[in-house]
C-alpha cells in the first residue's frame, strides 16, 4: 500500500485483525481500521466511505476467507462507476468459474 498512498491522497487500509493493523507500518495519508467480516452497508458507509465514492480496492492473499457474493456487492456498491477497480492476487491459482478457470489453467 505504500505505492498507493503515494498515488492517492487517502487510503484505508482494513483487516478484521487487530493485531495485524497495530503492526502495519504507519503512513500519514493511510487510516487503518479494523472492519468485520459481516459489517452491515450502513457500517460500511460509516467507516470505509458511501456509494461510488472509492477508486480502487485491493485485496492481497485474502479471497479465500471472504464470503464473495456479500464481498462483491458490498464492493460493487462502493466502487466509482464506471471506472473503479478491484484488483486482487493470491499466490494460487484462483477458481473464479467454468468459463474463466481454463484460461487461468493455461498460465
Known amino acids: 500500500?505504500?505505492?498507493?498512498?503515494?498515488?492517492?491522497?487517502?487510503?484505508?487500509?482494513?483487516?478484521?485483525s487487530p493485531k495485524q493493523l497495530e503492526f502495519a507500518v504507519k503512513v500519514p495519508n493511510v487510516q487503518y481500521i479494523c472492519t468485520s467480516p459481516k459489517m452491515s452497508m450502513a457500517k460500511i458507509e460509516t467507516k470505509i466511505g458511501t456509494e461510488s465514492s472509492v477508486d480502487l480496492v485491493t485485496i492481497a492473499q485474502a479471497m479465500?476467507?471472504?464470503?464473495?457474493?456479500?464481498?462483491?456487492?458490498?464492493?460493487?456498491?462502493?466502487?466509482?462507476?464506471?471506472?473503479?477497480?478491484?484488483?486482487?492476487?493470491?499466490?494460487?491459482?484462483?477458481?473464479v468459474n467454468n468459463s474463466v478457470?481454463?484460461?487461468f489453467e493455461k498460465f
Open 101 to 103: 478457470d481454463p484460461i
Open 64 to 95: 479465500h476467507w471472504f464470503d464473495l457474493p456479500t464481498f462483491y456487492q458490498q464492493v460493487k456498491w462502493l466502487l466509482k462507476k464506471p471506472n473503479g477497480v478491484i484488483a486482487a492476487w493470491c499466490y494460487t491459482v484462483p477458481e
Open 1 to 16: 500500500f505504500f505505492q498507493l498512498a503515494k498515488l492517492y491522497k487517502n487510503v484505508i487500509a482494513t483487516d478484521t
